[in-house]
């Protein structure tokens, strides 16, 4: 049985759909898999409750979460304020 591509607490992005907003969420919890493939438990900050989705509609996230760059305060994956002012 394959593993889960992502783990609890890992941020991701969700891709959308007709009735599915895309967008940054964080697994809340890993699920059996479904119909060969896994499920997750997701939560967006978008949103008051959690969505259950299927691996195939997440991808790893291309938010810069913690890198430092040279162009001061930016915000991290949620929107928050983060100080960048050392260079990778």
Do not use: W
């Amino acid at each position: 049985m394959p593993v889960h591509k992502f783990k609890t607490g890992d941020k991701v992005f969700l891709e959308g759909s007709l009735n599915l907003p895309s967008g940054p969420c964080v697994i809340i919890r890993q699920l059996p898999e479904r119909d060969g493939e896994h499920e997750y438990q997701i939560k967006s900050n978008r949103e008051s409750h959690r969505r259950v989705v299927r691996e195939g509609q997440l991808s790893a996230t291309g938010a810069t979460v913690g890198k430092s760059t040279s162009f001061g305060t930016a915000l991290d994956f949620f929107g928050t304020a983060v100080n960048r002012s050392t260079t990778e």
